[in-house]
């Protein structure tokens, strides 16, 4: 038990910047959807939801951060089981939207599993490689960790979800090129993702069976060459770049919303293109702006893996940062017309309440990882 003293100290050691990062991109957040909602704010409100899960997610941070973190290797192994059941619930048990089951409806509020199921990856493999300390070096120990990311990566891939399946490989490739593993092994998964793909996309020759649908390839492709697109999946890439490149140096403000989303053309402008909606209501420096919120935070974060005083704390910090990395610039080049979109919503832009409330929860571990990184209240420091 900590004296009041030693609590004083260990709240000293926080991160006030990284939580004035969030605070900022939180706000960003709010506007953009009060924006792409039509600037309504009754109960039944995007914006007014977002909040409220701002708020729920807060309290948890706080929570999170008094808690030791090292006590989290203990539950490790309950919390990525339950993450695999909830995934497993939802594709028998789940709501149905735009032909994804991706939601467990709550009455009021909907709860989507994948993004916990992403947080206890991140605790599942930082223990499990933090347990095998040496052994990592092994090809088993690699194996294990792949199987590890590979099944909520699976389901999550079944739902379909491909942008989140992608996400655990973005999270197991961050923590296993900073463990102990060879780096071999990473660069022959790196080669071997290349001739899998192509089987995946054109089948194994002499059957030709791809693992993807026509109109999941044009989903994937279009944005090269939206002429070609008869899904007219890409008329949210075309309406993006236009969004984008009619904003300008300061964009259109909150108030010609309807300039920026006539006739609805940029559809889901508050989930996967909302920095495309954002960039249309801020213009460039607004852009800018997110852009530079995003890089000072991944930078919080790698701070936190630098500091961590023990393997399992500096695996999370770099599970999170991957995290964090792969899914706000994948968004980013999707709403430009770089990347393929693949569904991945920003983080704390986009609306929904589970993602906001597992960034938080998130960032809550990594504050307790600076505040506890000085006491000796539980195991090895």
């Known amino acids: 038990m900590l004296e009041p003293s030693q609590r004083e100290s260990t709240w000293r050691n926080a991160d006030p910047a990284m939580l004035i990062i969030t605070l900022l991109l939180i706000g960003f957040g709010l506007l953009t959807v009060f924006s792409a909602d039509g600037q309504q704010l009754g109960l039944t409100a995007a914006a007014t939801k977002q909040f409220f899960f701002a708020v729920i997610g807060g309290a948890l941070m706080l929570a999170l951060a008094a808690f030791d973190y090292r006590f989290l290797r203990i539950l490790a192994s309950p919390i990525y089981i339950v993450a695999l059941l909830l995934l497993v619930i939802v594709l028998f048990k789940g709501s149905t939207i735009g032909g994804a089951t991706r939601w467990i409806d709550l009455g009021p509020i909907t709860f989507q599993p994948s993004e916990v199921a992403k947080l206890a990856a991140i605790i599942a493999l930082a223990a499990f490689a933090t347990l095998r300390g040496q052994r990592m070096r092994g090809p088993f120990s690699f194996a294990a960790s792949g199987i590890l990311m590979a099944l909520p990566a699976g389901l999550v891939f079944i739902e379909p979800d491909l942008g989140t399946a992608l996400i655990f490989v973005a999270i197991w490739l961050g923590i296993m090129s900073v463990s102990r593993t060879r780096m071999l092994y990473l660069l022959a998964c790196v080669i071997a993702a290349f001739p899998l793909y192509w089987v995946a996309w054109y089948g194994i020759p002499g059957h030709n069976k791809s693992l ?157 990882i600076l505040m506890h990184r000085h006491t000796l209240s539980f195991g090895k420091a």
């Open 212 to 368: 993807f649908q026509e109109y999941q390839k044009q989903r994937l492709t279009c944005f090269m060459h939206t002429d070609k697109d008869t899904f007219d999946f890409c008329a949210n890439v075309v309406q993006a770049r236009i969004t984008i490149g009619q904003a300008g140096l300061t964009g259109h403000r909150l108030a010609d919303t309807a300039i920026i989303n006539q006739d609805s053309r940029l559809a889901v402008s508050t989930t996967d293109f909302a920095f495309a909606h954002a960039t249309g209501n801020f213009g460039f420096i607004g852009a800018l702006a997110l852009f530079t919120l995003y890089l000072l935070l991944i930078w919080r974060y790698l701070r936190v893996a630098h500091l961590a005083r023990d393997e399992f704390g500096r695996l999370i910090a770099i599970g999170a940062a991957s995290l964090m990395l792969f899914q706000s610039f994948v968004n980013i080049g999707m709403n430009s017309g770089i990347l393929p979109v693949v569904g991945i919503p920003l983080p704390f832009i986009s609306a929904g309440g589970t993602p906001v409330v597992t960034l938080l929860v998130t960032q809550g571990i990594l504050q307790s």
